[in-house]
């Protein structure tokens, strides 16, 4: 994907579907500064992966939906360091009220983080730093 302005409209981002449909929206490649999505994109609660570029590598993150907020965290499970997910952009539990990693269904909350359940006792998510400004997310600079 070519590289794009920290200015540059989403308009161009926008995808069919939710991220619970059939037919995931496509893993987009963004920098710091740069537009994720639009929050009326994805369902609420939801959630979608993006590969966020950090020193020089890509690296797999997803974003929740909650309402008028949302929250980033990096694809790695701190307990056995491997993606959270099974299926594309979906990292929430059935309820919609945690999210899971599928190898060991450990859970952690949607806001900050933090180990819910499961064998992570004391650990947590690596959180992304994003905004969200006139209904748009944004990782943060």
């Not at 070519?2 to 893993?27: I, M, N, R």
């Not at 987009?28 to 994720?36: D, Y």
């Not at 650990?123 to 969200?132: K, S, T, Y």
Request: net charge negative; proline share 9%; hydrophobic share 35%.
């Amino acid at each position: 994907m070519a590289d794009h302005p920290s200015t540059h409209t989403p308009v161009g981002l926008s995808f069919e579907g939710k991220a619970d449909d059939d037919s995931p929206p496509p893993v987009l490649t963004v920098k710091p500064g740069e537009a994720l999505c639009r929050l009326d994109e994805m369902a609420d609660p939801g959630s979608r992966a993006f590969m966020m570029r950090r020193g020089g590598e890509d690296e797999e993150i997803f974003v929740i939906r909650q309402g008028d907020e949302a929250f980033g965290y990096v694809n790695i499970c701190p307990h056995r360091f491997v993606p959270l997910n099974w299926k594309p952009h979906v990292f929430l539990n059935h309820d919609k009220t945690r999210i899971l990693c599928v190898v060991h269904a450990a859970t952690f909350d949607m806001r900050d983080g933090s180990c819910l359940g499961g064998p992570c006792p004391g650990q947590g998510l690596e959180q992304v730093a994003l905004r969200v400004e006139k209904g748009i997310i944004y990782l943060a600079d």
